[in-house]
């Protein structure tokens, strides 16, 4: 998805926490025995802001994500839900890859399926 050229990395990150919560629900669904959902991300930052309520960028992405991860939780107390940093550019597969796609994604035409960015709507 785009998220504008106003956007920056970290935007795409977080909107990336709040995709793969949504997907990770869509298949607990249908794979009821899973009770823990692990997100790996290699921005600390990110890490710590999508657990954080206050103002900041990418705050609506974290709103997202705790709506969806607060349903998961209360729906069975032995569900959990962890966000892990991990070290970036360090033969984790997948990870480059990833780093790509949201640095590609701050340069595509808006089409999240949420709200403008603040770094969008700041310019």
């Not at 793969?20 to 600390?44: C, E, M, W």
Request: hydrophobic share 45%; aromatic share 8%.
């Amino acid at each position: 998805m785009g998220i504008g050229g106003r956007a920056e990395v970290y935007n795409m990150e977080m909107a990336g926490l709040m995709m793969g919560v949504k997907l990770a629900l869509r298949y607990t669904r249908d794979h009821p025995k899973i009770t823990q959902i692990v997100f790996y991300v290699d921005n600390s930052a990110v890490a710590r802001a999508i657990f954080d309520p206050k103002p900041c960028p990418g705050q609506l992405y974290a709103a997202k994500f705790h709506h969806k991860m607060t349903k998961f939780l209360d729906a069975n107390k032995t569900h959990a839900i962890k966000v892990a940093w991990c070290l970036s550019h360090c033969n984790i597969k997948g990870n480059d890859r990833a780093d790509e796609l949201a640095k590609e994604a701050t340069q595509l035409a808006w089409n999240a399926p949420i709200g403008t960015s603040r770094a969008f709507a700041l310019l």
